[in-house]
């Protein structure tokens, strides 16, 4: 529907989120969101000794806590912003909140997501829409497509559905800790939350700072795209430059500037992961609470994925082992409750494959070189023979240059029985005549040959 000027975002009678707020979203939200379980896991439990929760809201009608704040928003449109339609731009789970809401309410909907949404999460957007929305590829990040979608409702007067960034998506997705309090009936010693435009941390945050003051809550970045804790050395949200798309439910370039203003007032500060356990203990044993921010490797998350798969039965996207890859940069003591929020379940199977690479190369078992044989015949035997260990296969071995066969440089993947035996195979190749470069991840060449 076109207007003669643009429908702006609905304004709010509270600039930030209070914990009465966050209690009218949970009794707006009743019968449409489901109170998702709050599961003991034993695993981590032992592993981490303390006593380890999961918020599964994985399990969620939309597969991911993004519902909360989309169908909040949108609840309390008027009739003229109803009318004019609503666009959003998505890396996947908003826009599936979104679509939702548009066919509970009969409304009009346009999402945006970049190129890189998985399939599976398209798909679910189409299906939860009922034919109600239209989605819209545009950019390779959710910021491209956040752009694009601002200038829609620039062009077409509709109302813009914010996936983060407006007081009550916020509202909405502070209703998780809502339902943790009633679920767990006492006080948690730690939180975990994913964090990508910073919703449903200054969500989380906000309620537990004023229902559960005790409680520590840790907000988890992926390390490639930390925009959080960029924000706060900045002093203001600031565009990353660069990021790792890999995490898309939580691969933004910019902190929201209500999230920010939610983290400042509530006097959040940046730890490296090397120093959050000492942290986090020594507030967790004065009780004094507080909001941390951290980060986690790409690499330990597909770890967590896979863990999390082969021992629980649980599904998870990348976004959604964020915070249960940081259970293990804790260090609780024995009988600290630690929550853990799984904030999706929308995975595409496809992408498997590279979970399962890069959890090898963070746990040590996959490296890649440059092998340089000399010109003599026997050369490649001799490697496999004298430099390979036991335990050691070769999954990849491409020549660089395909006319050289035999004599040139190749590129070989090489997965380790063990990390352990990794100083053994570099050793076994510096005795070797054979001129080897070990690929380190992360470098230029490690990225453009892998």
């Known amino acids: 529907?076109?207007?003669?000027?643009?429908?702006?975002?609905?304004?709010?009678?509270?600039?930030?989120?209070?914990?009465?707020?966050?209690?009218?979203?949970?009794?707006?939200?009743?019968?449409?969101?489901?109170?998702?379980?709050?599961?003991?896991?034993?695993?981590?439990?032992?592993?981490?000794?303390?006593?380890?929760?999961?918020?599964?809201?994985?399990?969620?009608?939309?597969?991911?806590?993004?519902?909360?704040?989309?169908?909040?928003?949108?609840?309390?449109?008027?009739?003229?912003?109803?009318?004019?339609?609503?666009?959003?731009?998505?890396?996947?789970?908003?826009?599936?909140?979104?679509?939702?809401?548009?066919?509970?309410?009969?409304?009009?909907?346009?999402?945006?997501?970049?190129?890189?949404?998985?399939?599976?999460?398209?798909?679910?957007?189409?299906?939860?829409?009922?034919?109600?929305?239209?989605?819209?590829?545009?950019g390779t990040t959710f910021d491209a497509a956040a752009a694009a979608a601002a200038a829609d409702v620039a062009r077409s007067g509709a109302t813009p559905v914010p996936p983060f960034d407006h007081v009550r998506t916020v509202d909405g997705q502070g209703t998780i800790a809502v339902e943790i309090l009633g679920q767990l009936g006492s006080a948690p010693d730690v939180v975990l939350v994913p964090v990508g435009g910073g919703g449903a941390l200054s969500g989380i945050a906000t309620y537990l700072a004023e229902r559960s003051p005790s409680t520590v809550v840790v907000g988890v970045d992926p390390t490639g795209a930390a925009c959080a804790a960029a924000a706060l050395r900045n002093g203001a949200p600031i565009t990353l430059d660069e990021i790792d798309t890999f995490v898309d439910g939580a691969a933004v370039r910019r902190l929201g500037d209500v999230p920010f203003e939610v983290l400042t007032a509530l006097g959040a500060h940046a730890v490296p992961a090397a120093d959050l356990a000492d942290v986090v203990a020594d507030a967790v044993a004065a009780r004094t609470g507080g909001l941390l921010l951290t980060d986690v490797d790409e690499g330990a998350v597909c770890t967590a994925m896979l863990e999390m798969y082969q021992n629980e039965g649980i599904i998870v996207e990348p976004a959604g082992a964020l915070s249960v890859a940081a259970i293990d940069l804790l260090a609780p003591t024995n009988g600290s409750t630690v929550v853990s929020l799984i904030s999706g379940g929308n995975n595409d199977v496809s992408r498997y494959g590279?979970?399962?690479?890069?959890?090898?190369?963070?746990?040590?078992?996959?490296?890649?070189?440059?092998?340089?044989?000399?010109?003599?015949?026997?050369?490649?035997?001799?490697?496999l023979d004298e430099v390979l260990g036991p335990d050691d296969d070769i999954t990849l071995f491409e020549y660089v240059k395909r006319n050289n066969r035999e004599t040139g440089a190749a590129l070989v993947g090489i997965e380790l029985g063990s990390p352990d035996g990794f100083a053994a195979l570099r050793m076994r190749m510096a005795d070797s005549p054979i001129d080897v470069e070990h690929l380190a991840p992360g470098s230029t060449a490690y990225r453009y040959l892998t």
């Open 354 to 383: 590279e979970v399962i690479e890069r959890s090898l190369v963070h746990r040590g078992l996959k490296h890649y070189f440059l092998v340089t044989f000399p010109q003599e015949p026997g050369a490649l035997r001799r490697f």
């Open 1 to 138: 529907m076109e207007q003669d000027a643009p429908t702006a975002a609905p304004a709010d009678e509270h600039p930030l989120p209070t914990a009465d707020s966050i209690d009218g979203a949970h009794q707006r939200l009743r019968g449409v969101v489901q109170r998702t379980p709050l599961d003991p896991c034993e695993r981590l439990s032992v592993r981490s000794g303390a006593r380890v929760f999961l918020k599964r809201e994985d399990q969620q009608l939309v597969r991911s806590y993004k519902l909360r704040g989309a169908f909040n928003l949108m609840a309390q449109l008027d009739p003229m912003q109803l009318a004019a339609g609503v666009v959003t731009a998505s890396a996947g789970n908003h826009a599936q909140g979104v679509a939702f809401a548009c066919k509970r309410l009969g409304v009009r909907g346009r999402i945006y997501v970049p190129s890189n949404t998985p399939r599976q999460k398209r798909e679910r957007i189409i299906f939860h829409g009922g034919g109600m929305v239209e989605l819209i590829t545009s």
